[in-house]
């Protein structure tokens, strides 16, 4: 097995289709993936921009996904 959780974080033009070649990789692998576009400003860094972040969780560990709910609410513009 690999790392229970993993966490890839890269530029918002990764969304396409590498990005499904990574998410059908990271299946195979046993993961189940979340993916998430957050604005990086929001979070205290000193970039504008959104960034997407692959969230992979082994399929026999549980994933709390109120929290991905939430990190998806976080993912709006966020107030100047």
């Known amino acids: 097995y690999g790392p229970v959780i993993i966490i890839l974080e890269n530029v918002a033009g990764l969304v ?3 990005l499904v ?3 059908e990789a990271l299946r195979q692998a046993g993961y189940v993936v979340v ?3 957050i604005n990086s ?3 205290g860094l000193r970039q504008r ?3 997407v972040y692959i969230v ?3 399929s ?3 994933l709390d996904t109120s929290l991905c709910a939430q990190a998806q609410d976080d993912a ?3 107030a100047e």
């Open 16 to 18: 396409g289709p590498n």
């Open 21 to 23: 070649i990574i998410m």
């Open 35 to 37: 993916v998430l576009l």
């Open 41 to 43: 400003d929001c979070h």
């Open 49 to 51: 921009r959104l960034r």
């Open 56 to 58: 992979g969780v082994l």
């Open 60 to 62: 026999f560990a549980s």
């Open 76 to 78: 709006e513009p966020c």
